[in-house]
């Protein structure tokens, strides 16, 4: 993600799963913000409202997982 991208505020019923290669940046929540950087994993719990921002100079490189979607 490049410096000052962002991805909006969105849900989805599958679990999500961050891990920080590089760069820093904030995943954005109803109940504020959280500063991530290199290193770091972040959770998110089906259903649960997020986004991430890059609030550094480089770009924000990660790695997303998520769960398979439920069967309908």
């Known amino acids: 993600m490049e410096p000052g991208g962002i991805i909006p505020m969105h849900q989805h019923e599958v679990i999500h799963e961050m891990y920080i290669i590089k760069g820093k940046g904030l995943v954005l929540h ?11 994993f972040v959770y998110m719990p089906s259903m649960e409202v997020h986004g991430t921002k890059n609030t550094g100079d480089e770009p924000l490189q990660f790695i997303c997982c998520i769960n398979k979607p439920p069967e309908t």
């Open 30 to 40: 109803p109940q504020g913000e959280t500063p991530i950087s290199e290193g770091n």
